[in-house]
């Protein structure tokens, strides 16, 4: 289970990252299921919160917010990156995003 660390989004057991990152990097349907639901994919990935533990399910909800995506970096990408993103992870995102979002190549429209 996570820990809460004051000041910062609450860090991820090192057990959960490894297997959270292992997955980004491999599984494309476990990168889906990221993509889709963050949350679930924590729980997936063994974050556990004890039954009626309110304090859990809101750690969970905001580790989970602060790993939401609208596009999920390369499986390559995570893997290179791997070490700088597990650090991250176990120590609380702070007010800095996970860097598993990538930007969309979509061109910008601009006002007239």
Do not use: H, W
């Amino acid at each position: 289970m996570a820990t809460k660390k004051t000041g910062t989004a609450t860090p991820l057991d090192p057990k959960v990252a490894r297997k959270l990152l292992d997955k980004l990097g491999t599984d494309n349907e476990f990168r889906r299921l990221f993509k889709k639901d963050p949350k679930a994919a924590l729980v997936a990935s063994g974050y556990k919160v004890a039954k009626g533990d309110a304090a859990g399910d809101a750690a969970l909800a905001q580790v989970a917010g602060c790993l939401s995506v609208e596009r999920i970096a390369p499986k390559a990408t995570v893997l290179q990156a791997r070490d700088t993103l597990e650090a991250q992870l176990l120590a609380g995102m702070a007010m800095n995003p996970i860097q598993l979002n990538v930007a969309s190549t979509a061109s910008r429209r601009k006002r007239s």
